[in-house]
């Protein structure tokens, strides 16, 4: 193989191409400028392979050394509080049955030494501080978001260490403003979730609205208009007790019917004794 057919081969240039381009510029110039094009691929491949394996090396670092420690030393922070209030209740009962006598109160130093530590060294206490209140508010924010969770999607939200890793990766990335939240709307598409419920209640208020229209359409037009949903039947105040007072003797009640006869009993009964 040609060092011009390698050339082409590395630079992925047509025949044409490169028989116009060394026309042109002449076949020293060319040869040169692409000798300069593939160092010049091959520098950003590798700048982009090196700047990859850093990431991923410093990735590999952040979880298996610095959260590991800081673990450790938050493990080792509440044993030693659990440790020395334990100690505290077993000297205070002590001294209650007076095996041991109450320590003298403390002479508070005028001028205490300030703290030593290395210039530029992180304050423990302040970065312990600083990681409680994240783990705090971690906590909370995973609360909130799977009540909203089981609200969208009608489920518990499961594995939620996947998105604490999601957003640590994010961090290693530097994008230093990236939540949970937004692992969370990423991962389960939540916006596409609530634009689809938003158009299920509009669809649902559509059919309600037309089925009312119809109802209302059937009671106007149907074969009872006077029968209507809500509206008192003019048939409801009638009690069959009312019909005693009327003339039409069918109309009387069961049981009232031997009372309302009782006059023309009577009458019937002095015209025979008469006889």
């Known amino acids: 193989m040609t060092e ?23 076949h020293t110039k060319f040869v040169g400028m692409l000798q ?3 160092a010049t691929n091959e520098q ?20 298996n050394e610095f959260i590991p420690e800081m673990r ?34 403390p002479v508070a130093n005028p001028n205490p030494a300030p703290e030593v530590r290395a210039p530029g060294s992180p304050d423990p206490q302040e970065q312990f501080r600083q990681w409680s209140q994240a783990q705090s508010r ?17 489920e518990p939200l499961a594995n939620s260490q996947e998105l604490v890793d999601m957003v640590q990766r994010e961090h290693t990335l530097g994008h230093r403003d ?20 938003q158009a299920a209640e509009i669809q649902k208020g559509k059919d309600e609205y037309a089925e009312q229209k119809l109802k209302e359409f059937k009671q106007k037009q149907g074969a009872n208009p006077g029968l209507v949903s809500g509206q008192p039947s003019r048939f409801s105040n009638y009690k069959p007790s009312d019909a005693n007072s009327g003339s039409e003797p069918w109309k009387t009640a069961p049981g009232m019917k031997k009372a309302a006869n009782q006059p023309w009993r009577q009458n019937a ?6 006889a």
């Open 4 to 26: 011009l057919e390698w050339l082409k081969q590395e630079s992925g240039l047509s025949d044409e191409e490169m028989k116009a381009m060394e026309a042109v510029a002449g």
């Open 178 to 197: 990236y939540s949970l939240k937004q692992a969370w709307e990423s991962k389960f598409n939540v916006s596409a979730k609530r634009q689809e419920i």
């Open 269 to 274: 009964i002095q015209k025979v004794a008469a």
């Open 44 to 63: 950003s491949t590798q700048a982009k392979t090196a700047a990859e394996q850093a990431r991923i090396d410093l990735e590999n670092r952040y979880q």
């Open 72 to 105: 450790k030393v938050t493990t080792d922070a509440l044993a030693a509080k659990g440790e020395a209030a334990r100690l505290q209740a077993q000297l205070q009962q002590a001294r209650e049955y007076g095996i041991v006598p109450d320590a003298p109160a």
């Open 138 to 154: 971690a906590i909370v924010t995973l609360n909130d978001l799977g009540a909203e969770h089981f609200k969208l999607f009608k």
């Open 36 to 38: 300069k094009m593939i």
